[in-house]
């Protein structure tokens, strides 16, 4: 049995600043809470295409503003060397990281 291959949601906000949002496709529409921290993964903001994995690491090499939820989104992030483990902020267990390139 072959395994699947993940789908992300991705979706490029153009403006003063470039920001790719980018989420694990079963995360969208859920709302991950724990003590004071809530992140709200809404169609509104990840979703424009569902992507694979291969397209999805060719967009992240080009990306300077990234905003990245999601186990595989992020494990993606972190085999590119894209960003680093300290910089990861769990959520009920869930990796989020941002990156801003100044």
């Known amino acids: ?9 991705i979706k490029i906000h ?6 790719t949002a980018v989420c694990d496709s079963d995360l969208l529409g859920k709302t991950l809470e724990e ?3 809530q992140l709200k993964i809404s169609e509104n903001f990840y979703k424009d ?3 694979g994995e291969e397209e999805l ?3 992240l090499k080009k990306a300077k503003n ?3 939820v999601g186990n595989n989104a992020v494990n993606l992030c972190l085999k590119l060397k894209i960003i680093e483990k300290e910089h990861i902020l769990y959520i ?3 990796p989020h990281a941002q990156l801003v390139e100044l």
């Not at 153009?14 to 920001?19: C, D, H, K, Q, S």
């Open 66 to 68: 990234l905003n990245v």
């Open 35 to 37: 003590n004071d921290l």
């Open 1 to 9: 049995m072959s395994k699947k291959s993940s789908e992300f949601y």
């Open 57 to 59: 690491a060719n967009i």
């Open 92 to 94: 009920q267990k869930i």
């Open 49 to 51: 295409r569902l992507i």
């Open 14 to 19: 153009y403006g003063n600043n470039e920001v």
